[in-house]
């Protein structure tokens, strides 16, 4: 005697379900809109020279008095990074042999921000240093935000919505839940977007006027959330 035979109510799983417990798969969406919550900026500072060291030390010098600038604005700056450094010669193209005319330095730099009355003011700033360039902002959700978890929620409820729609359609009910899948879940970074307002700023010597704080306005952010979902129903009586 076999297990199923010792349960006569027990059904054996079927992939697509039998007439006693029919199987029904839908799909659950949702898409929100959101104000962001983070804006990430890049800075690349450079130095240009004839002399190695001093080209060198000019871009050291520069370097501090960026991230300075940035560490002035306290809790607004929540993330801020040193990227790449380069000092690179840079060769005559005419001439016997080869000669290093002069030498080109940078650091990049990324800054991450929530308060976006300080960001305009800080790319300002920013841009207006000498031989400094601004990329971005980049606006996003925080990995955690509660836009995502409701995101999710709503994808699950309008699933099995639907199932209990096609269900009605059938004149029966639903049964039981066999099976939910994030289909976002082998693309976990997905949901972020990005939104560029203003980038490659290079500015000149500074002004005796400070500039303006730039204007800034957040992109929103769009939220995407997808389930599948497997429910077994009541056997209907179809006519």
């Known amino acids: 005697m076999t297990h199923d035979d010792q349960n006569p109510g027990h059904h054996p799983s079927v992939p697509h379900g039998t007439p006693e417990a029919p199987r029904l798969a839908v ?17 690349t500072v450079t130095a240009r020279g004839t002399d190695r060291r001093a080209a ?15 560490k002035t604005y306290g809790e607004a700056v929540e993330e801020l990074e040193t990227g790449a450094f380069s000092l690179t010669p840079e060769f005559t193209k005419h001439g016997r042999g080869e000669r290093i005319r002069t030498y080109h330095g940078s650091v990049h ?51 099995v919505q ?51 704080a730039l204007d800034l306005e957040p992109e929103r952010q769009h939220v995407h959330a997808t389930v599948n979902a497997r ?5 209907p009586h179809l006519q």
């Open 109 to 159: 730099l990324t800054a991450l921000l929530a308060d976006f009355t300080a960001l305009g003011e800080l790319v300002t700033r920013l841009a207006d240093q000498e031989l400094t360039r601004v990329d971005g902002p980049w606006w996003s959700l925080r990995p955690a935000s509660p836009v995502h978890a409701t995101a999710r929620r709503q994808a699950v409820h309008d699933a």
């Open 231 to 235: 429910f077994t129903l009541h056997p």
């Open 56 to 70: 060198l030390d000019d871009l050291t010098r520069r370097n501090t008095t960026t991230l300075d600038l940035v």
């Open 162 to 212: 639907r199932a209990r729609e096609y269900a009605d359609a059938l004149g029966t009910t639903l049964a039981a839940l066999v099976e939910l899948a994030d289909i976002g879940a082998e693309d976990a970074h997905r949901p972020m977007s990005y939104g560029m307002s203003r980038a490659a700023m290079v500015r000149g010597p500074v002004d005796d006027t400070a500039a303006p």
């Open 27 to 43: 799909r659950g969406e949702a898409h929100l809109e959101a104000d962001p919550e983070l804006a990430r900026i890049g800075i």
